[in-house]
């Protein structure tokens, strides 16, 4: 039993089920209401001046602003619509995967990170890693899962994890301290909760390469003692104990398949 499931066993009445279609309805109601008040946004982000003035909200409000800008020229509402339904289905498949109580706690852990970084540089945030985040640990779920990016092109959710982590690693690389801050902050659900089993799986890869390489050697060395080879393919009677061998003039020892190579002299 993992740390996690203890945890879930004391604490599971914590959980928030449905989690994550709240959080998609509380985006789009956002949108709508920065659309009939333009400005709205600007009294829920994480700007840490104005929760120490009291405006404590804006510690989970952020999290309702919806993401509206995307790799197609499309019109706000458009990628807003992605968003929503974005969060809604990743949302359904890691509470199918995980339960509610982790994915509430793996979300939770990711706000924490995010809001202890906006304090920490004294800047506003917004959740963009904090949505990341989840996107890789659907990936973790559901890797061979296709999406068709922009309604053609298939990709598997490995792939486009893959490719936004690269990005995401070279924005950290080249961005500011406080981006580096922000991602790495808000990463640390990921990491806290697929660290281990990263490290795990890296290990258990150089022990098969290891232990394939030991078998190698120890095969190569088992061809080496062979009593019969054949100058052709380089069969043994360990390789296949079915074979049989047959001496040429030549001194060459062939096996039946390519003895029509040689002329035999004796057996």
């Given at each position: 039993?993992?740390?996690?499931?203890?945890?879930?066993?004391?604490?599971?009445?914590?959980?928030?089920?449905?989690?994550?279609?709240?959080?998609?309805?509380?985006?789009?109601?956002?949108?709508?209401?920065?659309?009939?008040?333009?400005?709205?946004?600007?009294?829920?982000?994480?700007?840490?001046?104005?929760?120490?003035?009291?405006?404590?909200?804006?510690?989970?409000?952020?999290i309702f602003i919806p993401q509206m800008?995307?790799?197609?020229?499309?019109?706000?509402?458009?990628?807003?619509?992605?968003?929503?339904?974005?969060?809604?289905?990743?949302?359904?498949?890691?509470?199918?995967?995980?339960?509610?109580?982790?994915?509430?706690?793996?979300?939770?852990?990711?706000?924490?990170?995010?809001?202890?970084?906006?304090?920490?540089?004294?800047?506003?945030?917004?959740?963009?890693?904090?949505?990341?985040?989840?996107?890789?640990?659907?990936?973790?779920?559901?890797?061979?899962?296709?999406?068709?990016?922009?309604?053609?092109?298939?990709?598997?959710?490995?792939?486009?994890?893959?490719?936004?982590?690269?990005?995401?690693?070279?924005?950290?690389?080249?961005?500011?301290?406080?981006?580096?801050?922000?991602?790495?902050?808000?990463?640390?659900?990921?990491?806290?909760?697929?660290?281990?089993?990263?490290?795990?799986?890296?290990?258990?890869?150089?022990q098969v390469s290891s232990?394939?390489?030991?078998?190698?050697?120890?095969?190569?060395?088992?061809?080496?003692?062979?009593?019969?080879?054949?100058?052709?393919?380089?069969?043994?009677?360990?390789?296949?104990?079915?074979?049989?061998?047959?001496?040429?003039?030549?001194?060459?020892?062939?096996?039946?398949?390519?003895?029509?190579?040689?002329?035999?002299?004796?057996?």
């Amino acid at each position: 039993m993992t740390w996690l499931d203890k945890l879930e066993r004391r604490s599971g009445f914590l959980a928030v089920p449905g989690l994550l279609r709240y959080v998609a309805f509380f985006n789009a109601l956002t949108f709508l209401l920065e659309k009939m008040s333009p400005g709205f946004l600007r009294l829920l982000d994480l700007d840490p001046n104005p929760v120490l003035h009291g405006q404590v909200w804006r510690l989970v409000t952020y999290i309702f602003i919806p993401q509206m800008t995307s790799f197609l020229p499309l019109p706000d509402w458009v990628n807003v619509a992605f968003y929503v339904l974005f969060l809604w289905w990743i949302g359904n498949g890691l509470e199918t995967a995980w339960g509610s109580f982790k994915l509430t706690l793996f979300f939770l852990i990711g706000m924490l990170g995010t809001t202890v970084a906006a304090f920490f540089f004294g800047t506003a945030f917004s959740n963009f890693m904090l949505t990341a985040s989840l996107f890789f640990a659907f990936a973790r779920f559901y890797p061979d899962l296709i999406i068709y990016f922009a309604y053609i092109l298939p990709l598997k959710v490995k792939w486009i994890a893959w490719f936004s982590a690269g990005l995401l690693l070279l924005q950290i690389v080249t961005g500011s301290m406080q981006f580096r801050a922000a991602a790495i902050a808000a990463m640390a659900n990921y990491l806290i909760f697929f660290g281990p089993e990263i490290v795990r799986e890296a290990r258990n890869r150089r022990q098969v390469s290891s232990r394939r390489k030991r078998f190698d050697i120890q095969s190569r060395d088992s061809d080496s003692q062979a009593l019969h080879r054949c100058a052709v393919c380089d069969a043994t009677e360990l390789t296949d104990p079915n074979l049989e061998f047959r001496v040429a003039s030549n001194g060459e020892e062939y096996c039946l398949p390519h003895l029509a190579q040689a002329k035999i002299t004796r057996t």
